[in-house]
C-alpha cells in the first residue's frame, strides 16, 4: 500500500529551523510543511504590507528557505523521495513570497525550481462591500470605519491541490487552515475525492496532530518530574507516515530529542478542539471523538479513528482591525521589603494617571512574581515574601499621546521613590486587535500563480 512521509517544520511564525533542516536530510519525506499563521499575525501582516507593498510575508521565509531548498526536488538517478513544500508564509503578500523563493533559489544556483503562490483568502473588498456583516465581538464591519485592516477567508485544500496538479515544488500560501496545508497532499497523491468525508477527517486529524511541530514531540508537554521529556533543548519536530486509508504513524528522527507517545499524541489532538466530534474546517467537519492511540514502538504511535462529516456552508473569516494604542512601563525592586516597595509604588502610578487626568480604557498594574497570573485574592496565599519583584502598568488607549504617558510615569519611580527601583522600561505599540466572522463560499475564489525559477 502506498505510503506518504509528512514533516512538519514550524509550528509559528518564530519557531526554530534546525529541527526542519533536520527533517529536510535526515526524515525521508515527500513534504515538508511550515504552519507559521496565527489570526493575529496576519493581521500584523497586513498592517506591514500597507507600509510596504512588497513585504507582509513571515520574516524567516529567506533563511528557512536557504536551509531546506538544496533538499528540495529528486535525489541522485531517484534514489530519494521527492521532497516538496508547502507552507503559509506568504501571510499577507503569497506573491512577494513566492518571488523571494525564485530570487534564493538563483542565488543558490538551484534551477527549474518550479513555486507557487496561493492567493483569493485576502476578501477585504468582499466584506468591506457589506458593512451589515456581524463579527463575533457584536458589533457590524460598518462600526470599524477605517480601523478595518484586513479580513482573510481560511481556505482549504483547493487551491494546494491544483498547485500540486500543476507540479509545483514549492507552495506558498496566505491565510489557509491549519490542517489543510497537511491534507492537500494526502487528497492530493491519493486521489481522495472532496467528499468522502471518512477520509479527509482522518486527514485532517494527521494535520491537526502534526499542525503545532514541536508541541507533540514534547514540547509544550514537559514538565518537570511530572511528564519528563529528554534532550529538550534537542527537540526534533514530528513527521507522519500515512497510507491511502488515512491510517497514519507519528513519529520523528531517530536521535532527535523529545518523545513520542500516547499521551503526547492526545493532548495535541484535543488542542483548541472544542467539540471533538465536530472539529470544524473549510474542508470537513471531523470526528475524532472515536479516535485512538497505539504504540508503535520507541516514539512512534499508530493513530486510527478519525472520522468526517460535510464541510460547514461558509468559511470563517479573521477580521483585523486598529483598537488604539498600549502604553506600558515596568520597573523592579529587590531585597528585603521588595513586595512593600513594588506596592506602593503601583500605588503611586495609579494615583499619579489619575492626577494627570490620563484617558485610558483599560489598565492593568501587576506584580510579575507575585499577582501577575493569578491575581491578588489567589496570589495572597503564598507564604514567602519574595526578594524581586517587577511592577508592570499597561493601559489601553484610545490616543497615542495618552498612552505615551504611561510609561513615562512608571519612569519617573527611579527618583520620585519609593527607593531602590531599578531596570525601568518603557513601550508603545499600536493594538491589532481580531475578530471572527462567516462569509458565503462562493465570496471566496483561491487563485494559483505558477512561475519557474529560471
Request: with cysteine; aromatic share 6%.
Amino acid at each position: 500500500m502506498k505510503t506518504l512521509r509528512i514533516g512538519a517544520g514550524a509550528g509559528y511564525s518564530g519557531d526554530r529551523i534546525e529541527p526542519a533542516v533536520e527533517l529536510a536530510e535526515h526524515g525521508d519525506l515527500d513534504y515538508l510543511v511550515f504552519e507559521c499563521l496565527a489570526e493575529r499575525t496576519i493581521a500584523l501582516a497586513q498592517q506591514a504590507r500597507l507600509v510596504d507593498p512588497e513585504s507582509g510575508y513571515d520574516p524567516l521565509l529567506g533563511e528557512r528557505m536557504r536551509r531546506v531548498l538544496p533538499f528540495v526536488g529528486r535525489g541522485p538517478d531517484g534514489q530519494r523521495r521527492r521532497l516538496r513544500v508547502i507552507t503559509n508564509m506568504g501571510a499577507a503578500n503569497p506573491l512577494a513570497a513566492a518571488r523571494e523563493v525564485r530570487r534564493i533559489a538563483a542565488e543558490l544556483g538551484i534551477n527549474g525550481l518550479k513555486v507557487a503562490a496561493l492567493t483569493g483568502d485576502d476578501v477585504l473588498d468582499a466584506v468591506q462591500a457589506d458593512p451589515s456583516l456581524m463579527l463575533d465581538i457584536g458589533v457590524s464591519v460598518g462600526s470599524l470605519g477605517e480601523r478595518l485592516i484586513s479580513a482573510n477567508a481560511y481556505l482549504g485544500v483547493t487551491g494546494i491541490v491544483d498547485a500540486l496538479r500543476a507540479d509545483a515544488d514549492v507552495i506558498i500560501t496566505g491565510r489557509v487552515a491549519d490542517p489543510s496545508l497537511f491534507l492537500a497532499p494526502q487528497l492530493f497523491e491519493f486521489a481522495w475525492a472532496q467528499d468522502d468525508w471518512t477520509l479527509l477527517g482522518r486527514g485532517t486529524l494527521v494535520g491537526h496532530l502534526l499542525e503545532c511541530a514541536g508541541q507533540i514531540s514534547g514540547g509544550y508537554f514537559a514538565d518537570p518530574g511530572y511528564k519528563d521529556v529528554p534532550d529538550l533543548a534537542r527537540l526534533g519536530f514530528p513527521l507522519a507516515e500515512v497510507d491511502e486509508l488515512g491510517h497514519a504513524v507519528i513519529s520523528k528522527v531517530a536521535r532527535s530529542g523529545g518523545r513520542i507517545d500516547t499521551a503526547t499524541c492526545t493532548e495535541q489532538m484535543i488542542y483548541e478542539v472544542h467539540d471533538p466530534a465536530a472539529y470544524l474546517t473549510p474542508d470537513v467537519s471531523a470526528d475524532f471523538s472515536a479516535v485512538a492511540f497505539v504504540a508503535d514502538g520507541l516514539d512512534r504511535v499508530h493513530v486510527a479513528g478519525a472520522d468526517g462529516h460535510a464541510r460547514p456552508a461558509t468559511l470563517k473569516v479573521s477580521v483585523g482591525y486598529l483598537d488604539g494604542w498600549i502604553g506600558e512601563g515596568q520597573i523592579a525592586y529587590a531585597g528585603p521589603g521588595a513586595l512593600a516597595r513594588a506596592q506602593l509604588a503601583r500605588e503611586v502610578v495609579l494615583e499619579r494617571l489619575k492626577l494627570m487626568g490620563v484617558i485610558y480604557e483599560e489598565v492593568r498594574a501587576e506584580l510579575m512574581g507575585v499577582d501577575a497570573l493569578h491575581g491578588a485574592e489567589l496570589s495572597s496565599h503564598a507564604r514567602n515574601e519574595p526578594w524581586e519583584v517587577r511592577l508592570r502598568v499597561a493601559a489601553r488607549c484610545a490616543d497615542r499621546a495618552e498612552a505615551v504617558r504611561v510609561g513615562n510615569e512608571v519612569e519617573t519611580l527611579y527618583t520620585n521613590g519609593p527607593y531602590g527601583g531599578g531596570g525601568a522600561t518603557k513601550s508603545l505599540r499600536q493594538v491589532v486587535a481580531v475578530a471572527s466572522l462567516y462569509l458565503a463560499r462562493d465570496a471566496v475564489t483561491p487563485q494559483v500563480h505558477l512561475e519557474d525559477a529560471s
